[in-house]
């Protein structure tokens, strides 16, 4: 069994900068092959917001957040991060970090909650305008 923990979040102004993180413990040997990181809005279905892969380093974005949010990792510490610039009110949610034990060949896959197999409970990040 694998856990994320995170941490981060926060109330901040529009057009702040905020950094979530996310470690995945485990007392057993473990194989991740991507890691994500999605957002859940009050009323609003949990969106895909930007994920990466483990071996290959390759990212991918929502189009809301491009160019604003990068995501990165530390493969030796099992950790991510999503570092979020010019924050908007929309951008307001529950972020949840997400990982997978299966390969996806399709990035089209990494968009989905039903691809992964462990997830944060939740930080919150407010932007008020």
């Known amino acids: 069994q694998v856990q994320l923990q995170e941490s981060g979040g926060g109330l901040v102004q529009e057009g702040g900068s905020l950094r979530l993180s996310c470690a995945a413990v485990?007392?057993?040997?473990?194989?991740?092959?991507?890691m994500a990181w999605f957002r859940q809005a009050p009323g609003k279905e949990r969106e895909f917001v930007a994920a990466i892969r483990w071996d290959a380093y390759s990212t991918y974005y929502a189009d809301s957040v491009k160019s604003r949010f990068i995501i990165s990792k530390d493969n030796a510490k099992n950790t991510i991060d999503l570092q979020m610039n010019g924050l908007k009110p929309e951008d307001t949610g529950v972020y949840y970090c997400?990982?997978?034990?299966?390969?996806?060949?399709?990035?089209?896959?990494?968009?989905?909650?039903?691809?992964?197999?462990?997830w944060g409970q939740g930080v919150q990040v407010t932007v008020s305008s």
């Open positions: 485990s007392e057993r040997t473990f194989s991740i092959y991507a």
């Open positions: 997400a990982a997978t034990s299966t390969y996806y060949r399709s990035s089209v896959l990494l968009r989905s909650t039903a691809s992964y197999d462990y």
